[in-house]
């Protein structure tokens, strides 16, 4: 099992705090480096200094580390124009040498589009007009010469289809794509039809295993293999070499210990072993550890020391 960090800046995160959990998650041997794409603090957190774009943040952090892959969970559809984000996908390809990854979702968010002024359709029409980023975003990257399309939301005329990622390693070329979500019947079919790796977010063992098993059926019918596409899941992280450790570090992230403990990779390193595997038996290949406190990075020092050794490829 392949262990990445997930990062949620908009609760309040600096550049620098993102390129030191980065950096530090690279030299530690963490295989990815992601982040959320929002513009508004959830809950409580004063989100100080503010939010961060993230694919601004990861063209910067592509320049500051060498080997750890980067991403988002996910960006919104709803953020960018899709030949836009088409362009800066593969500018901060090139700019990583070839190692960054597109999360691609509807968006769910509705406060952050009132916020900063960005329209929020209704959930019909914004997974329509997913379906048609993702044919778009794929399409200029595999494209051979010039490429059009004509939707119902967005339409291109000759574009010449450039820049081209570094990466050919998606199923269409280019890029690989990350389709998450708990859709039943829409959000496999499109995993089935764009995705390189799909992801269940912050769900049960149970949960992540019957959408899974979903995600599998779909692609199969695509004629594709089960086995062409990644499965991982996003867990909460909070782990603590003893007890008060663990008390401190949830009470630093505004939660329960009992509560992470049922529903998150949280406790004791031993238990958050278990709790991997428990994943690895339903079928998760990669996990995306979500540190909300990106000024511990001690906590990814633990994980690193007792956690990885156990479940690494």
């Known amino acids: 099992m392949e262990l990445r960090i997930f990062t ?25 480096f992601f982040r959320s794409d929002h513009y508004l603090a959830m809950g409580s957190a004063s989100g100080l200094p503010g939010p961060s774009d993230a694919w601004i943040t990861l063209a910067g952090i592509a320049r500051e580390t060498s080997t750890i892959r980067l991403g988002t969970l996910v960006t919104s559809a709803t953020f960018r124009l899709p030949g836009v984000l ?11 040498g070839g190692r960054v990854e597109l999360g691609l979702g509807a968006g769910w968010f509705d ?6 002024g960005i329209p929020f359709p209704a959930t ?3 997974f329509d007009r997913l379906e048609e980023q993702l044919e778009i975003v794929t399409g200029l990257w595999s494209a051979d010469g010039s490429y059009s399309f004509d939707g119902t939301h967005y339409q291109l005329t000759d574009s010449p289809a450039l820049p081209k990622p570094v990466q050919r390693n998606g199923i269409r070329g280019g890029v690989p794509v990350i389709i998450g979500g708990h859709g039943k019947k829409r959000t496999p079919a499109l995993a089935a039809a ?25 692609v199969e019918s695509a004629g594709r293999a089960a086995d062409s596409i990644v499965y991982s899941a996003a867990q909460v992280l909070c782990t603590g070499s003893d007890e008060a450790q663990l008390a401190r570090r949830a009470a630093a992230i505004g939660r329960e210990v009992g509560e992470l403990r049922e529903n998150g990779a949280a406790g004791t390193p031993i238990e958050v072993v278990d709790r991997l ?30 956690v990885m050794p156990h479940v690494a490829r």
């Open 111 to 116: 406060q952050e589009h009132a916020a900063y």
């Open 8 to 32: 949620e800046p908009q609760q309040g995160a600096s550049y620098d705090d993102l390129v030191a959990v980065a950096q530090h998650a690279e030299r530690l041997g963490f295989g990815a």
């Open 86 to 96: 088409a362009i800066e996908v593969a500018n901060v390809d090139a700019m990583s």
């Open 277 to 306: 595997g428990e994943l690895a038996e339903a079928g998760v290949e990669r996990v995306y550890l979500q540190l909300l406190d990106l000024n511990d990075l001690e906590h990814l020092d633990l994980v690193a020391s007792e």
């Open 194 to 218: 764009y995705a390189d790796e799909f992801n269940v977010a912050f769900s049960s063992v149970t949960d992540t295993c019957a959408q899974i098993g979903r995600v599998q059926a779909a």
């Open 124 to 126: 019909g029409e914004r």
